[in-house]
């Protein structure tokens, strides 16, 4: 189970927290639980100290009105575990540089001037450290694609993934299809190769998952490869006969 700790000293946004917390968590039904939801630093180590937890989800404000700020306890809490997932909740953008200063290493830097911004950053945070529970718990479960936007680290597991194709309108750019969705982000269809061989460049503009094959269409004017979702790519002709050996 992964745990998630919040240390907010104002109660309206602690409660805020809680509630976006929660909706996600009945949503996604991941196997997550509050462990402590606490206004101070100093009770929110005290719990540490006497319970051995690893790999927990904090979000943490920076401006706790307490000798310790939020940055402070983040690097109180990496000392006590590196595998700790760190994301900040703050109003003080200027304060961001001692993130990097104190090693912190956070997942992520929400700040609360968007209720819809806080909310989708809480989800995103909560994805991510799911998604490496998920990892530590099963480390030999799945392969995985990393995409990083700029914004945000996506690890996508190697089943999850349907295919890439080239971003037409703008150069350099990648469009992953996966079951859930669409990625846009910076790369080439060589990049992807060159991390994942197990894909397979069916066309110049086109890098396809062997295992999300339902069917090749062999027509004489058109080639293409039926997926199992129901969409329909194309296959370049010279590229047919290593893609059949594939598959076969």
Request: charged share 25%; proline share 3%; hydrophobic share 40%.
């Amino acid at each position: 189970m992964l745990h998630i700790f919040i240390c907010e000293d104002d109660q309206m946004q602690r409660k805020s927290i809680e509630g976006i917390v929660n909706k996600v968590v009945m949503e996604e039904e991941y196997d997550i639980s509050f462990a402590v939801s606490v206004d101070s630093p100093s009770t929110l180590l005290d719990y540490l100290e006497k319970n051995d937890v690893k790999g927990a989800l904090f979000f943490l404000d920076v401006d706790l009105q307490h000798k310790m700020n939020g940055i402070e306890l983040g690097a109180k809490i990496r000392e006590m575990d590196r595998s700790a997932i760190i994301a900040f909740i703050t109003t003080h953008s200027e304060m961001l540089p001692l993130v990097f200063a104190h090693k912190v290493e956070a997942l992520d830097y929400i700040i609360k001037d968007d209720s819809q911004k806080i909310g989708a950053g809480i989800k995103e945070c909560i994805q991510l450290a799911y998604q490496r529970y998920l990892d530590r718990k099963h480390p030999s479960q799945t392969k995985q694609f990393v995409v990083n936007t700029g914004s945000i680290v996506w690890n996508i597991p190697y089943d999850e993934i349907l295919y890439f194709e080239t971003n037409l309108n703008i150069s350099h750019r990648l469009i992953l299809h996966t079951d859930n969705g669409e990625i846009d982000f910076s790369g080439t269809l060589s990049d992807v190769i060159a991390s994942a061989p197990e894909f397979f460049i069916c066309h110049r503009s086109f890098v396809v998952n062997p295992k999300k094959i339902r069917r090749i269409q062999k027509a004489k004017s058109k080639k293409n490869i039926e997926l199992l979702n129901g969409e329909i790519i194309p296959v370049a002709r010279s590229r047919m006969p290593e893609l059949l050996k594939i598959i076969a």
